[in-house]
């Protein structure tokens, strides 16, 4: 079975929610469902971290879906 750190986690959350995050040049009907991804990609992350989360992290990750972050 595979294991995962921290690191890893919350490097693989990142890349995630930038992905889901990356500025298109105009709006679409899919950006709303990006950013519902992207939410539910942090709101996993502090489950699967939890009392594991270094500090500023979750705020720094959360900030990635509030606009040119």
Known sequence: MKTFTYTE???EAERTIKEYMRPTLRPTP????????????WCFWVR???????????ERLWAMMEGDK
């Open 9 to 11: 986690l919350t490097d």
């Open 48 to 58: 699967v971290t939890n009392d594991y989360q270094a500090d500023g992290d979750p």
């Open 30 to 41: 899919d950006t709303n469902l990006h950013r519902q991804r992207a939410i539910g990609v």
